[in-house]
């Protein structure tokens, strides 16, 4: 994993016992899920809206799109937090997937 992820995800699984007077994460852990995939959908949604502004090219709004998209997986990573799902397991998911073409899985699952 990478070392931020890694560190991230250690302090967010931290966070679910700590106060939420001092703490933000611990603050949506506190307010629970629904709350959690509240700012989960908030952030996608702008993520999208930073994306289409940025096809112009702007370097500003290029660099909203990576401030969104950090906030969309800052509040993903929460959200399995909460659940007691471990990022590592989202990674090695993608690893798993690595090299087998997108096409070539959806033909093997529409074929069984
Ligand atoms: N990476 C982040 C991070 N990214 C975004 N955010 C916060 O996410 C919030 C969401 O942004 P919004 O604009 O939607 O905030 P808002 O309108 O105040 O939110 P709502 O009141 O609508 O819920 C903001 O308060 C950001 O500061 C983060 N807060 C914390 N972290 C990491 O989590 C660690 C633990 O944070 P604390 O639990 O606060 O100590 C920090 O050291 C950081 O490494």
Redesign the pocket.
Known sequence: MSDILHQ?AE??DQ?RH?DPES????SLHSKGLNKILE?VG?EATETILAAKDAESGVERERQAVVAET??LW?HSLVMLSHLGIDSQDVLDELARRFGISGLDEKAARTTK
């Open positions: 991230l302090v967010l966070r700590a703490s933000y994460v611990a700012k908030e950090a906030d800052f």
